[in-house]
């Protein structure tokens, strides 16, 4: 993360919002994906710094300051609503099961992607498929396919904000990569095909 | 080897957050090895696992906050704190 340039006065919390406002509702967008929300934690995140700004060391920049702040309103956030939600998903059915005969092999065999992988990954036509694709996905696996894949958040940190094992993590993962792998081949391969 | 394919499928998957035992490596690349389906799937798996890393990009690089957010962030700021 770069150091801050500027040497303007560090206690004022109008200059963290002109300095670091748009890094850090960007930071919580595409955490929260969600402009009101993440509007409000930029709002509690600015006032809870100028509450605390007695305790900032300096010896950080003042935006890894601000984004610690932020990780904490956001994890907060996440908890509250998978106890108030109560988002759970059953261990015991797994849903992957559908992709396969009962003798494990493939339901429907997987088929190789022929485009140019970078030219695909850098479309934006195909990000709005894989988000719609990521939409449709139950909100467990969702929650944490974005915070892992979507925002490359380490496992041990969703694990820590999601209160669940390593075990369940990697299930809950297993699940959704295999349900969006069927969702391309079908709205975005199949698609191409066609045309 | 039964439920060699659905086994398989989760170690590609797991392979992305953790390293895997040398058992299972043994295992997953003897099976991709002679299973066109499952190498076909993992990569697939990996060409999604780095397209959602650019999306993330692509989708929010450009994000800022609107002039009416800045002024209402603002007032908010100078009525709790006083500065």
């Known amino acids: 993360m770069k150091a801050d340039i500027t040497v303007t006065d560090n206690n004022n919390p109008h200059n963290w919002l002109n300095d670091h406002g748009d890094y850090l509702y960007r930071y919580a967008m595409s955490r929260l994906h969600d402009e009101e929300l993440a509007s409000d934690l930029l709002q509690e995140t600015l006032l809870a710094g100028w509450k605390g700004h007695a305790g900032f060391s300096g010896s950080s ?29 059953s261990v015991e059915s797994d849903p992957t099961s559908a992709y396969f005969d009962a003798d494990g092999s493939w339901h429907e065999a997987p088929q190789a992607w022929h485009e140019n992988p970078e030219a695909l990954c850098a479309s934006g036509q195909f990000h709005t498929v894989l988000d719609r694709c990521i939409e449709k996905l139950p909100e467990k696996q969702q929650l944490v396919f974005r915070m892992r894949d979507v925002s490359g958040e380490e496992s041990e940190a969703v694990c820590n904000t999601c209160d669940i094992s390593a075990t369940h993590l990697h299930v809950l993962l297993h699940r959704a990569r295999m349900a969006l792998r069927y969702c391309l081949q079908h709205h975005w391969f199949n698609q191409e095909e066609k045309s | 080897m039964k439920h060699a394919c659905q086994e398989v499928s989760r170690l590609a998957s797991d392979s992305l957050d953790r390293p895997l035992s040398l058992l299972e490596k043994l295992r997953f690349h003897i099976h991709l090895s002679v299973c066109g389906n499952c190498r076909n799937y993992t990569e697939n798996m990996h060409l999604i696992h780095k397209a959602t890393e650019m999306m993330q990009q692509t989708n929010y690089g450009h994000i800022r906050l609107s002039r009416e957010q800045q002024q209402r962030l603002h007032d908010i700021l100078h009525r709790e704190t006083g500065v």
């Open chain 1, 61 to 89: 920049s003042v935006r890894t300051w601000l984004v610690g702040i932020m990780k904490h309103k956001i994890i907060d956030h996440i908890r509250k609503e998978i106890r108030e939600r109560n988002l759970v998903e």
